[in-house]
């Protein structure tokens, strides 16, 4: 259960500073750990590596937490936060922080980002509705700095009400246009939530959710085939059941970000390298990684979107099926060592 934001406040929020600070006091200790179990671990300085970017994310942390409060007294203790300057402040901070640690990331581990799909000049002068798989970790980060840092984009997002166990994520994406959500609450009310961050984007902002609802594992997949004929729904239950590499999409948040949004283009986005790893120890036993992360981007203009609530279901169980065929191609191109 997620505490109370004014405790996430007052005591999570200085107790990662905290942590930071006795970490870096620490440090030597740590590393001296870090490179004896190198020695015994498989993999080329694994434990290094690792915590190398831990301490790299706390320090980022800690420094997004201070600046924040920075900010909040500037901006008059918090009265004046939602105003454009204020706004465009803590963009800054998320495209900084995306912009170091996935670099980090991404000399550290040995991975690759390939991007396949239009060019950034193309996307410009439209707001965007953006439909990404989900799995995988990091991928929501990966399309975050896409977006912001690649596409010049403002993103609204809709996440897992959980994250805000982060401090840093938790301060810095509840001052900006994204709504947290909890899975477990009532279809209509998260809908409604979803027609309302996706109402009056302009020209810079890109409105992103995630269709699945949720990381892709064979479990959840033959659990949203199952729930599908439970509903009686035989017919996308059957499209979902020859899709082998995503979940069965949920339509409702997309209908709504469709309605609130009728003048942005669509923007589908697919990937495919992480995918596989699906618990901490599969991501421990691929250290290093050494691979590269394939993104696919295919956007339709508004003009071409259907008409109306199954129009649109059926257009996205066929975009789904064609994103599920690019992720097997990719597999099986990866599997074959090209």
């Known amino acids: 259960m997620l505490p109370p934001r004014w405790l996430r406040r007052l005591v999570l929020a200085p107790a990662m500073v905290v942590l930071t600070l006795i970490g ?22 694994r434990a290094l590596r690792v915590l190398w970017l831990v301490v ?72 965007l509705v953006v439909f990404c798989r989900h799995a995988g970790p990091g991928d929501s980060f990966l399309l975050a700095h896409a977006l912001v840092n690649w596409y010049d984009r403002e993103p609204r997002i809709v996440m897992k009400d959980t994250l805000q166990w982060d401090p840093a994520i938790d301060v810095l994406l509840n001052r900006l246009p994204n709504r947290f959500i909890s899975t477990t609450g009532m279809r209509a009310g998260i809908d409604e939530t979803i027609r309302v961050l996706a109402t009056g984007l302009d020209d810079n902002d890109a409105f992103v959710i995630f269709p699945e609802g949720g990381n892709f594992t064979a479990r959840r997949r033959a659990r949203a085939i199952a729930h599908l004929r439970e509903k009686g729904l035989l017919g996308e239950a059957d499209k979902a059941e020859r899709m082998r590499h995503v979940l069965a999409p949920k339509p409702g948040g997309v209908v709504a970000a469709l309605a609130a949004a009728p003048d942005a283009d669509v923007v589908w986005v697919a990937h495919s390298g992480l995918d ?63």
């Open 56 to 127: 790299l994310h706390l320090v980022l942390e800690a420094f997004l937490l201070i600046w924040m409060l920075a900010l909040w007294v500037l901006s008059g203790f918090g009265r004046a936060m939602r105003t454009p300057r204020f706004e465009r402040a803590h963009y800054d901070l998320v495209q900084a922080y995306l912009l170091i640690m996935l670099r980090e990331a991404g000399r550290v581990l040995r991975l690759r980002v390939v991007v396949e799909g239009p060019e950034p000049d193309s996307y410009t002068g439209r707001p």
């Open 24 to 45: 870096l006091l620490s440090l030597p200790v740590w590393v001296l750990a870090a490179a004896l179990a190198s020695t015994v671990l498989p993999g080329r300085l």
């Open 276 to 338: 596989h790893l699906i618990s901490i120890g599969d991501i421990w036993r691929e250290l290093p990684m050494d691979m590269a992360v394939h993104m696919r981007w295919w956007q339709v203009p508004a003009g071409e979107v259907p008409v109306g609530r199954e129009a649109q279901i059926s257009w996205l169980y066929d975009w789904w099926a064609r994103i599920d065929e690019w992720i097997g191609v990719q597999r099986a191109e990866r599997e074959a060592g090209v």
